[in-house]
T-cell receptor
């Protein structure tokens, strides 16, 4: 079966750095996405990785290792508004997105 | 304002009733999707459409139907609602001709079936 694993919940301090991990086992791989979802709102696109390596976009970076079935989202200089759930999704061989359950990130002052 | 709209925002429905959730996008995206999101689970694909006039089944299609008469609209119908269909429903769209085929989401419909 297909599986996306992420930690259920993480806590970090304002101004710090946090890394959210995602491991996947899917039938095929055609890219990995990270989305942010604030409580009661829709998911919004953060990043896309299809090749190995690090993609940096402001305070957010995303890393992919296809051989290890592993990705992480790195958030720097955390702000209170970063409190949200972070969803990892992999596009499989059928070009469908398989979603993880999400990681709820709690930022403390 | 470009984007995706969904209606209604929320609905309480008696079991056995028929309900249609509406979704409209103005980005001229060819592909559209319906997901449900339940606590502790990832988004699950119900139905999708790669282009107007075609639809396909996702992971959890039973009890739901869709149509895609034109590019902009993708309604989801529950023929006879059951309590297990209580969920938050998100519509999404994407341009599959792009390199990443990123999906963009509507604001969601919170549905409660009693």
């Amino acid at each position: 079966g297909q599986n996306i694993d992420q930690p259920t919940e993480m806590t970090a301090t304002e101004g710090a750095i946090v890394q959210i991990n995602c491991t996947y086992q899917t039938s095929g791989f055609n890219g990995l996405f990270w989305y942010q979802q604030h409580a009661g709102e829709a998911p919004t696109f953060l990043s896309y990785n299809v090749l190995d390596g690090l993609e940096e976009k402001g305070r957010f970076s995303s890393f992919l290792s296809r051989s290890k079935g592993y990705s992480y989202l790195l958030l720097k200089e955390l702000q209170m508004k970063d409190s949200a759930s972070y969803l990892c999704a992999v596009r499989d061989s059928n070009y469908q997105l398989i979603w993880g359950a999400g990681t709820k990130l709690i930022i403390k002052p | 304002i470009a984007g995706i709209t969904q209606a209604p925002t929320s609905q309480i429905l008696a079991a056995g009733r028929r309900m249609t959730l509406r979704c409209t996008q103005d980005m001229r995206h060819n592909a559209m999707y319906w997901y449900r999101q339940d606590l502790g689970l990832g988004l699950r694909l119900i139905h999708y459409s790669n282009t107007a006039g075609t639809t396909g089944k996702g992971e959890v299609p039973d009890g739901y139907s869709v149509s895609r008469a034109n590019t902009d609209d993708f309604p989801l119908t529950l023929a006879s609602a059951v309590p297990s269909q209580t969920s938050v429903y998100f519509c999404a769209s994407s341009d599959t001709s792009g390199s990443s085929d990123t999906q963009y989401f509507g604001p969601g419909t919170r549905l409660t079936v009693l």
